[in-house]
């Protein structure tokens, strides 16, 4: 079993700034591309930044340029740095992780995991 932990949600103004984090554990064999999602009351959830392992990129246009999405690799921790925060980035944020878990006789599957969820409000 692999388990995602995210923290570093909140309430804030407009123009402020918050981190997130999303660390996983458990029985990880590998994790490809890390993402976070978001999901705003009434819309359906949207990639906001995905992470290869490699460390390549890719943003949705709505934030590029005020997000930054990173990753420690030695940590299973994927963080999202967002700056110049708008309203419309309110919404509970997803950590996304497809990890590849050993089985018990050695053989490699891949399971696509989720975090619980951390609340992004931000004021205007």
């Known amino acids: 079993q692999v388990q995602l932990v995210e923290s570093g949600g909140g309430l804030v103004q407009a123009g402020g700034s918050l981190r997130l984090s999303c660390a996983a554990s458990?029985?990880?064999?590998?994790?490809?591309?890390m993402g976070w999602y978001r999901q705003a009351p009434g819309k359906q959830r949207e990639l906001v930044a995905a992470?290869?392992?490699?460390?390549?990129?890719n943003y949705a246009d709505s934030v590029k340029g005020r997000f930054t999405i990173s990753r420690d690799n030695a940590k299973n921790t994927v963080y999202l740095q967002m700056n110049s925060l708008k309203h419309e980035d309110t919404a509970v944020y997803y950590c996304n992780a497809p990890t590849v878990v050993a089985g018990t006789f050695g053989e490699l599957n891949e399971y696509d995991y989720w975090g619980q969820g951390t609340q992004v409000t931000v004021s205007s």
């Open positions: 458990g029985s990880i064999f590998s994790i490809n591309a």
């Open positions: 992470i290869t392992s490699g460390g390549s990129t």
